[in-house]
C-alpha cells in the first residue's frame, strides 16, 4: 500500500487530528506535516520503520472513518460553496437587501465556528 | 456528578455515536436510550453499578470534547436556522428567481450529507 503524501490525507488530518490519540498524532505531523522518512520518523522514536508505517496506516484508515461518518470535510467544502454562489448572485442583483446581505454572511461564517 | 436523561447529551449521542466503542455506545444506548436505570445495566452487564456511572461518565465527557473540537451540533442547528430563514426570505420576494431558490435548497440539504 501506498502512503505517499496526499491533499486529500492532509485535509483529513486538519479536520479529524484532535480525535487521534498524542502518538498518532506525533506520527501523522512528522510525515505529513514536517515532511519526514518513514526511517527518519523511526530513527527519532526508535522504532522500526516497519512500525512506524503500521500506525501511519491505521490512522489514515482511521480519518477516512471519520469523514466517512461525519463529512465534516464535504460539509464544509459545500458551504463555501454554496457560500461563494450565494454571496455573487446577491451582491449581484440584491445588494440592497439588507437582510439578505446578513444571511449569507452568516453562512459563511459557519465554517468558522 | 448528576447524569440525568438531558437533550443535550441525547443530541452529542446522536451526532457522534459512531466514535464511541462498542461498549461505551452499549452503556449510553441502554441508558439515555432505552432508558435503564443504572442498576438494571449492571445486573444485566453483570458489573458494578459504579462502573457502568464511570462509564457513561467518562463518555458524556468524551462526546462534551468532540463537540468542543468539531462543533457539529452547533454547526448543524445554525445551517437550519439560516436555510430556514433564508428560505422565507427568498419564497416572499424572489420566488422567480430559479438560481437563487436551487441555493437555497442546497443549503437546506447539507446537514442531510
Known amino acids: 500500500m501506498d502512503i505517499k503524501r496526499t491533499n486529500e490525507i492532509v485535509?483529513?488530518?486538519n479536520f479529524y487530528h484532535?480525535?487521534?490519540?498524542?502518538?498518532?498524532?506525533?506520527?501523522?505531523n512528522l510525515y505529513y506535516v514536517e515532511d519526514f522518512s518513514l526511517a527518519e520518523i523511526a530513527?527519532?522514536?526508535?522504532?522500526?520503520?516497519?512500525?512506524?508505517?503500521?500506525?501511519?496506516?491505521?490512522?489514515v484508515a482511521s480519518l477516512?472513518?471519520?469523514?466517512?461518518?461525519?463529512s465534516?470535510?464535504?460539509?464544509?467544502?459545500?458551504?463555501?460553496?454554496?457560500?461563494?454562489?450565494?454571496?455573487?448572485?446577491?451582491l449581484?442583483?440584491?445588494?440592497?437587501d439588507k437582510e439578505l446581505l446578513r444571511l449569507v454572511?452568516?453562512?459563511s461564517k459557519i465554517n468558522e465556528m
Open 105 to 107: 454572511q452568516r453562512i
Open 43 to 59: 530513527e527519532q522514536l526508535q522504532v522500526s520503520r516497519q512500525a512506524v508505517l503500521d500506525n501511519i496506516h491505521r490512522t
Open 64 to 70: 477516512k472513518r471519520f469523514e466517512n461518518e461525519l
Open 72 to 90: 465534516l470535510v464535504k460539509k464544509t467544502q459545500e458551504i463555501d460553496n454554496v457560500a461563494s454562489e450565494l454571496s455573487q448572485i446577491v
Open 92 to 96: 449581484k442583483h440584491y445588494s440592497n
Open 11 to 13: 485535509l483529513l488530518y
Open 18 to 28: 484532535s480525535l487521534l490519540t498524542k502518538k498518532q498524532d506525533q506520527y501523522m
